[in-house]
């Protein structure tokens, strides 16, 4: 039997983050902490996105309310697909606990692609991010026009060096019409283009495919894939090609999720969902543990720690527990 006690937090972003889901200002999530009989811990965080389709953060605390202060093995494995985020919280935990990891993975910058402002503030942010080590930068587009972003594209992309690598995300805010658009724009600039992620809403998957079809620019998912269910589903449908965004902290049991990768054979992105360390390092294992096991790395979607307003990367999680407390 597992002591189970949780901890929410809200974090205020540095400057609000702007995406085609409107402005973001307070990442809010929770900490897990399990204890067993020989008092040894361990750490998850339940961090959702309920615009990917997770559930709340409400509707989080309120199962880990129902599961009480004391849990075991089976109860965490059953908690139902519809609390992705708690499966991941608490499965990381027990995981955590029951095979007592070395210290955390930490990847060097050229293994993890920075994160650039949207609009014309990339211009001037990407020098600083590439000084760090960052080759590959992501830039969100589908938040201006689509003549002032290819402006603006041009100029970083003819002053970026010939190794750098760009992600162009458009968090599936293109039409049809300005998705084909877009990749006639970038077809001359393949490979500085790494890929055009989620131009379609996820539900225009079959555009979506017939796009990375005919594309000389690979077409990644990221909304359309949330959880270990639905990546088990469009692995199945979608052309080899195409790059899967694999988001840890929303998409359920990690133990599931290793699983599924053992089996793919297509392209894997791990990306954050913005998560305190603790919620951090947990995805950034299972990533470490896919490269290991098969899955060719690529730069890791975690440039985002300079992001947020505190400075709690720096904190250990007894420590950021202690400040949860306050
Ligand atoms: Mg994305």
Redesign the pocket.
């Known amino acids: 039997m597992l002591r189970l006690e949780v901890r929410p937090y809200r974090r205020e972003f540095q400057r609000s983050l702007t995406t085609r889901h409107g402005n973001w200002v307070t990442r809010e999530g929770a900490v897990v902490r399990l204890t067993d009989a020989a008092s040894r811990v361990g750490w998850g965080e339940i961090a959702p996105l309920p615009w990917f389709g997770t559930e709340t953060l409400a509707a989080a605390l309120a199962y880990c309310a129902k599961l009480g202060n004391v849990v075991d093995a089976a109860a965490i494995a059953t908690i139902p697909d519809t609390l992705p985020a708690c499966q991941f919280g608490l499965g990381s935990a027990l995981n955590a606990l029951q095979h007592r990891p070395a210290a955390p993975w930490t990847p060097s910058p050229d293994q993890v692609c920075g994160l650039l402002p949207a609009g014309e503030a990339a211009i001037a942010a990407w020098p600083a991010l590439w000084i760090k080590g960052h080759h590959t930068l992501k830039w969100k587009i589908g938040v201006q026009s689509i003549a002032q972003e290819q402006a603006i594209l041009m100029q970083v992309l003819k002053a970026l060096p010939a190794t750098g690598r760009l992600r162009l995300?458009a968090?599936g805010g293109l039409t049809l019409a300005e998705a084909k658009q877009w990749l006639a724009i970038l077809a001359p600039w393949n490979p500085h283009i790494e890929f055009l992620?989620?131009p379609l809403p996820p539900n225009q998957l079959m555009d979506l495919i017939d796009l990375a079809r005919r594309s000389p620019i690979p077409i990644?998912l990221?909304?359309s894939i949330a959880t270990v269910a639905q990546f088990a589903q469009l692995d199945a449908q979608c052309p080899r090609q195409m790059v899967f965004?694999v988001k840890p902290a929303i998409a359920g049991h990690p133990d599931r999720l290793q699983a599924q990768l053992c089996q793919t054979r297509r392209p894997v992105v791990f990306?954050s969902a913005l998560e305190t360390p603790i919620g951090r390092s947990a995805a950034l294992a299972l990533a470490r543990w896919s490269w290991d096991h098969g899955i060719p790395p690529r730069p890791l979607?975690f440039g985002v720690e300079h992001w947020f307003a505190d400075r709690w990367n720096s904190l250990s999680p007894d420590a950021l527990w202690t400040h949860l407390a306050l």
Do not use: L, P, T
């Open positions: 995300d968090n992620e989620q990644a990221d909304e965004v990306s979607g």
